[in-house]
């Protein structure tokens, strides 16, 4: 059965902080891994990972994919309060993790 | 741009109820989907449609039904409502390329089934 772990579940730390979120799949048939931000209402889409190696960039976001140990991670530098969100990651045929919570303090 | 439209944002059932969540969207795309998001538990796979007259069962099915008549419609029927399906709904879309789907949610249905 497809799996995808995400970690750490919740997350807090201070506006400037970088953080690193995980995400770890097992999926029968990958073809590719997706980031979400969500905040108060529908996830939004911020990332989709295809090749391993390959470093996609968004401003203070950016995440990297390896299909050989099956991991991504996000990386989000010099955080703000408005980065807090749960982030999702999804693999395969729209299987997600269970997020992880960022809370961002002043 | 209304994207992915979803009625009602909120809906109170007793057990044991039936009722339709909608599901719209604007924006051509064959794939549709339908999730519940409950705490800790990410967003799970209700039904989904590949296109027009093709649906298939995702990770949690029981208890709901769909269908797709048109592209732009995608409804979920809840049976018989029971407390343990007192979530959030969200509706999703989106084009299908090989790489994979990059999807366009809805704004939710927040359900309480008392």
């Known amino acids: 059965e497809d799996k995808v772990v995400q970690s750490p579940l919740s997350l807090v730390v201070h506006e400037g902080d970088t953080v690193t979120l995980n995400c770890s799949y097992e999926?029968?048939?990958?073809?590719?891994l997706l980031w979400y931000k969500q905040e108060k209402k529908a996830p939004t889409f911020l990332f989709m990972l295809t090749s391993s190696g390959i470093e996609k960039k968004s401003g203070r976001l950016s995440s990297i994919l390896d299909k050989k140990e099956l991991f991504s991670i996000l990386n989000i530098t010099a955080t703000q309060t408005g980065d807090s969100a749960i982030y999702l990651c999804a693999v395969g045929d729209m299987r997600f993790g269970a997020g992880t919570r960022l809370t961002v303090k002043p | 741009n209304a994207g992915v439209t979803q009625t009602p944002k909120f809906q109170v059932l007793k057990t044991g109820q039936s009722m339709t969540l909608q599901c719209a969207q604007d924006m051509n795309h064959e794939y549709m989907s339908w999730y519940r998001q409950d705490p800790g538990m990410g967003l799970r796979l209700i039904h989904y449609s590949v296109g027009a007259g093709i649906t298939d069962q995702g990770e949690v099915p029981n208890g709901y039904n769909v269908s797709r008549s048109t592209t732009e419609d995608f409804p979920l029927r809840l049976l018989s409502a029971a407390p343990s399906q007192t979530s959030v709904y969200f509706c999703?879309?989106?084009?299908?390329?090989?790489?994979?789907?990059?999807?366009?949610f809805g704004p939710g249905t927040r359900l309480t089934v008392l």
């Open positions: 999926v029968t048939n990958f073809r590719s």
């Open positions: 999703a879309s989106s084009a299908r390329d090989r790489l994979g789907y990059t999807q366009y």
